[in-house]
């Protein structure tokens, strides 16, 4: 793709604001590539399972406030 402005990941990928071609030749890549499709798909379903659930997102605030609480300045 065009001079790689964007990332790609396991689960997708991430492009500048206002690159329709960029979007446009994913788009493309996906509808001609119907397993790259499905295994965008599983990946980003295990990551909003995962990684990007309230469950996971809770835990993280908790241990960030439970070590900003016992912080001791040297």
Excluded: C
Aim: no cysteine; net charge positive.
């Amino acid at each position: 793709f065009e001079g790689r402005k964007y990332r790609e990941y396991p689960a997708g990928w991430i492009i500048p604001p206002r690159e329709p071609k960029i979007l446009t030749q994913i788009f493309s890549l996906l509808v001609t590539n119907p397993e790259l499709l499905h295994q965008k798909r599983f990946n980003a379903m295990q990551l909003r399972k995962h990684d990007l659930s309230w469950a996971s997102y809770a835990a993280s605030l908790r241990t960030t406030y439970l070590k900003l609480l016992n912080f001791e300045p040297h």
